[in-house]
């Protein structure tokens, strides 16, 4: 079991450009979710997943998109790059109920020029 | 609204030493609440759930209705403590409201 995956662990953009980070999870999580986490601000949701083809928003959605395909993957689309969305993106993934655990992925650093 | 409060960005003790993180929520049900740990160069990962009433790597957290607190607490500070912890409140499925971390530093 790999657990959940990001890809790339760095990326640099400029401002205005697009790029998808990917996520993928191997443990057949019904529940998936984009975190970003800024220092002094924890993280914050931006888009979340309680299954293939059902998404929705969190606190921070704006400028990212997202969509749930499979089960397995939930790709994280910034449409125009901007420095305010410098940070660490984290993918989680959860079985379900209120007792479960969240399983973070390693984290994408991204940095916008 | 719903709202998790770390009111410490950093927390510095010396090894050996009682260590008391604090955690306070607003929440209208009954809550969820979790404490996660980020030591250096890993991933987020669980280290209690209120609900389990356990001790992990000597750690433990009572959720105290009345105060509206789910602080965390080890008698005796280790040096591997060290590490950035984050309250957390299940809000629904996949969503969890973390509040803004307290980075602990056990001095030694």
């Known amino acids: 079991n790999a657990g959940v995956t990001q890809t790339p662990k760095f990326q640099v953009l400029k401002t205005g450009q697009s790029m998808t980070l990917q996520c993928a999870q191997d443990?057949?999580?019904?529940?998936m979710s984009w975190y970003r986490q800024d220092p002094g601000m924890g993280l914050r949701l931006i888009h979340y997943?309680?299954?293939?083809?059902?998404?929705d928003q969190g606190e921070v959605p704006n400028g990212y998109n997202v969509s749930r395909s499979t089960t397995e993957d939930f790709p994280l689309r910034l449409l125009s790059a901007a420095p305010s969305q410098t940070s660490v993106y984290f993918c989680?993934?959860?079985?379900?109920?209120?007792?479960?655990?969240?399983?973070f992925g390693p984290g994408t650093r991204l940095t916008v020029l | 609204a719903q709202r998790v409060t770390q009111p410490e960005k950093l927390l510095s003790v010396f090894k050996g030493a009682p260590v008391e993180l604090k955690c306070n929520y607003s929440?209208?049900?009954?809550?969820?609440l979790f404490w996660y740990v980020q030591y250096s160069r890993q991933r987020l990962q669980l280290l209690l759930r209120h609900i389990s009433r356990e001790s992990i790597k000597g750690f433990t957290a009572d959720l105290n209705k009345g105060e509206t607190s789910f602080h965390l607490k080890k008698p005796f500070a280790q040096e591997e403590d060290s590490a950035m912890y984050y309250c957390?409140?299940?809000?629904?499925?996949?969503?969890?409201?973390f509040g803004s971390g307290t980075r602990l530093s056990i001095r030694p």
């Open positions: 989680a993934s959860e079985a379900g109920g209120p007792h479960n655990e969240q399983f």
């Open positions: 443990m057949n999580h019904e529940y």
């Open positions: 997943s309680v299954g293939a083809g059902i998404t």
């Open positions: 929440y209208s049900g009954s809550p969820e």
């Open positions: 957390a409140l299940y809000s629904s499925a996949s969503k969890i409201i």
